[in-house]
């Protein structure tokens, strides 16, 4: 982190201290161009390459006393409020007084990030409040203590291993996306399928690896048409576990759409076209109608970073 936040800002000539509003910012997720097994075998890790969308969760911190009536309880998520906990006790601090404001443009259990995205942005907060220099490592280890997460604590593609919370891969900034996305009604309980995917991974660990390759290829080539493909891969095999009601027909209208690949959350409620070009308004207003047709609004985002 460049800059540092601290709690208060002295002010010349002795004037009263006043107090400076420190905030964190997370991006999250377009779900994912990849999960399944890192590799083929009886007792697979599952490895995640997340999908990055310019939406956010934001936390501030306003120190200071409040007068009146004492404040409402923070609005921040039990996940959240229990990293707060965490971040205090690893470094021996104390929490001034003061109010949180919290805000998110993602949505809760369709596959965006939001719980880690809330997380992040909240200790993101807190080591500005304390004008501590930023640890990744002080991240990946609250977050192993809360929740199997991915790494929208990074700002770049990357395979990683989301129970051990273990980066495999840096995979950089140079494959961008225009997605075309819709919403299927609903919530995922990751942690409650995740024993069924793991035994989908190691019924279909051989397809998975294949798939891998083929996405770490088209990475390490910059090739995002590669990666599209990939992609498709992944979430087809998606499909056959955690199926998804208007998927077949996202995917059978892809080459009519002129789409370079299909991607969804495998543990959520997204499934969309990625486009390496940007789609003009014609198609644009074709791809509306088309969602609409099968019972969605559609959404556009520009993911990815290059």
């Known amino acids: ?45 599952i490895a995640v390459v997340s999908f990055p969308v310019g939406r956010h969760s934001r936390v501030s911190f306003t120190p200071g006393a409040v007068p009146g009536p004492p404040p409402p309880p923070p609005p921040l998520g039990e996940k959240s409020a229990t990293a707060v906990r965490l971040f205090l006790e690893h470094y021996g601090l104390r929490l001034p007084p003061g109010v949180w404001t919290a805000r998110s443009e993602l949505r809760v259990g369709v596959g965006m990030a939001s719980s880690t995205a809330d997380i992040v942005a909240t200790l993101r907060c807190l080591f500005r409040l304390f004008s501590l220099p930023y640890d990744t490592e002080v991240v990946v280890g609250v977050l192993a203590a809360i929740e199997r997460a991915d790494s929208v ?31 299927e009604p609903g919530t995922v309980d990751t942690a409650a399928v995740t024993p069924l995917l793991l035994e989908h991974y190691r019924r279909r660990g051989d397809a998975y690896e294949q798939c891998l390759t083929d996405l770490l290829k088209g990475f390490a080539c910059g090739d995002a048409a590669a990666v599209a493909r990939a992609a498709t891969s992944s979430a087809v095999l998606s499909q056959e576990v955690l199926p998804k009601a208007t998927f077949e027909s996202v995917l059978a ?54």
């Open 1 to 45: 982190m460049g800059d540092r936040t601290s709690p208060r800002t002295p002010s010349p000539g002795g004037s009263p201290v006043v107090p400076r509003i420190a905030s964190g910012v997370c991006h999250g997720t377009l779900g994912e161009l990849y999960q399944g097994p890192l590799r083929a075998g009886p007792d697979p890790d």
């Open 153 to 183: 604590f990074l700002d770049e593609f990357a395979l990683y291993l989301s129970g051990r919370h273990r980066l495999v891969r840096r995979l950089g900034t140079g494959i961008g996306f225009h997605t075309a996305y819709l919403t």
């Open 253 to 306: 209208h892809r080459e009519r759409f002129g789409a370079d690949g299909v991607f969804v959350a495998h543990t959520g409620c997204l499934t969309g076209y990625l486009f390496t070009r940007r789609p003009d308004s014609r198609l644009r207003s074709e791809l509306a109608a088309f969602f609409r047709s099968l019972g969605h609004p559609c959404s556009f985002a520009r993911a990815g970073y290059g």
